[in-house]
Nanobody
Framework: QVQLVESGGGLVQAGGSLNLSCAAS????????VGWFRQTPGKEREIVAA????????YYRDSVRGRFTISRDNARNRAYLQMNSLKPEDTAVYYC????????????????WGQGTQVTVSS
């Protein structure tokens, strides 16, 4: 299992931007696809974006496509989620997760998780 730590969350006004960072340690980072998920109290955890092992392929849920960009830097053991044009409905705890087998899927497909970072978007 790879260890993951998220950072970069905070409070931002609607229309603003945040860049989330996921720092990985432990097993070789390039052996894992990376997904960003989010969860609001009372709702199921949902995938936001995912990136393949070398970064060549990306997935975005419809509601964030065109606003968010996922990337990774395997040499630095980091993954990122650049969030632009933020909306109040983006407010959630955001989690970085890693999977050795798939890069698109629900939370059950990922076996390594960070602690989460809070993103709050005010209207």
């Amino acid at each position: 299992q790879v260890q993951l730590v998220e950072s970069g969350g905070g409070l931002v006004q609607a229309g603003g931007s945040l860049n989330l960072s996921c720092a990985a340690s432990g097993r070789t980072f390039s052996n894992y696809a990376v997904g960003w998920f989010r969860q609001t109290p009372g709702k199921e955890r949902e995938i936001v974006a995912a990136v393949s092992w070398s970064g060549g392929s990306q997935y975005y849920r419809d509601s964030v496509r065109g606003r968010f960009t996922i990337s990774r830097d395997n040499a630095r053991n980091r993954a990122y989620l650049q969030m632009n044009s933020l909306k109040p409905e983006d407010t959630a705890v955001y989690y970085c997760a890693a999977s050795p087998t798939v890069y698109i899927g629900g939370p059950e497909k990922y076996d390594s998780w960070g602690q989460g970072t809070q993103v709050t978007v005010s209207s």
